[in-house]
């Protein structure tokens, strides 16, 4: 521990340069992971929200959950095999407001509902997110496939879907809307999942991947995030590969003096350990801040455990990069590293 932070010590340009180099892409690698979550919650806040069960889809929807349907005579199927079925069907439309002002929402109806409010004919509960557009509570608004106005009764807190604010409906207005007595999901909670002929089953998650507008924004954000945690390992070998290199001599002559080989590298793995926890500790620091003062509606989700979580990769990674660049001080010879000289 003395013999690294020594070092350190008296190569602060260097070690400073490595810091800097871990700091940044840390940082934007939590910014990143910041942004993709605070996306999907935005996305999906909806789902997100139930606890963990199991969605059953219509086998011939192919996990699109539009194209499901489930008649009366399904519904008491299924509620045979659970009392807790939860029933809901999604579809995407607008509402006008007096000012006649358009706006996008996701209308949801239930039934057998004990998570979401239930709704009276003619009421409407929607995402708060959508007050910033103007509507408040006793708002009458339409539809252009109803005859009757709807009043907004309340506004609950993160309910959105497909980046649009939900808005929760009676069935008999849903039905009225879209011509459809059929719900289109069926939802149990808990880990077990009941198997049901003629019926897809998806966990929260695997629901969530068949959303094509999830998946494909989810997979662009952890793809770049991979990149560079990749990036980042092969940065922590190259640049200890190339101090090491600096160090052959010194190797060397520690060598010579009977230091083992199993010392020399408990040194590099310290310094590694020092630097990147400096630079770790700052890139939290700060995404944290970032979350902060972000405007309010950007969405951006990163929280303390995530954030120590990809400090730990980060961790693993410095590890594995600096061991994998430090393989060549076991192959030093102390004579030969002595007489090549180093700097």
């Known amino acids: 521990m003395k013999m690294a932070w020594q070092e350190i010590m ?15 892409i840390s940082l934007l690698t939590m910014i990143i992971s910041g942004l993709a979550n605070g996306l999907s919650y935005d996305n999906a806040s909806l789902i997100k929200e139930l606890p963990a069960g199991t969605f059953y889809m219509e086998e011939e929807a192919e996990g699109q959950y539009n194209f499901s349907s489930l008649d009366g005579e399904t519904m008491e199927e299924v509620e045979t095999v659970s009392s807790e079925v939860m029933f809901l069907s999604i579809q995407m439309g607008e509402i006008e407001d007096a000012d006649e002002k358009r706006h996008s929402v996701a209308f949801v109806s239930t039934a057998n509902n004990d998570y979401f409010p239930s709704i009276e004919t003619g009421g409407l509960v929607l995402d708060a997110s959508i007050m910033e557009e103007g509507i408040t509570a006793g708002d ?4 252009g496939m109803l005859d009757h106005s709807l009043t907004v009764d309340e506004f ?23 011509s459809t007595d059929d719900f289109q999901l069926a939802f149990i909670p808990g880990d077990e999942a009941p198997h049901m002929d003629g019926y897809n089953q998806f966990t929260n998650d ?3 991947d068949t959303l094509p507008s999830y998946s494909a924004e989810q997979l662009s954000l952890n793809m770049i995030v991979v990149f560079l945690f990749v990036i980042s390992g092969m940065l922590f070998g190259i640049f200890f590969y190339m101090i090491n290199v600096q160090k052959i001599a ?9 230091v083992k080989t199993s010392k020399l590298f408990k040194m590099m793995w310290v310094q590694m350990f020092i630097i990147t926890v400096i630079a770790l ?17 950007m969405p951006f989700l990163l929280t303390i455990d995530s954030a120590s979580m990809m400090s730990l990769v980060f961790l693993v990674i410095g590890f594995i990069g600096s061991t994998a660049s430090g393989i060549q001080i076991s192959k030093v010879e102390p004579m030969q590293a002595i007489n090549q000289g180093g700097i």
């Open 140 to 143: 009458g608004v339409t539809n």
């Open 250 to 258: 010194t190797y060397g002559i520690l060598k010579a003096v009977g």
């Open 206 to 208: 695997e629901f969530l």
């Open 10 to 24: 008296k190569s602060k340009t260097r070690y400073l340069i490595l810091g800097a180099i871990i700091f940044l």
């Open 156 to 178: 609950v807190e993160h309910q959105k879907f497909s980046h649009a604010p939900v808005a929760f409906i009676n069935h008999d207005d849903f039905q009225r809307m879209y």
């Open 281 to 297: 500790l700052l890139s939290v620091a700060i995404s944290q801040l970032v979350g902060i003062v972000m405007p309010e509606g």
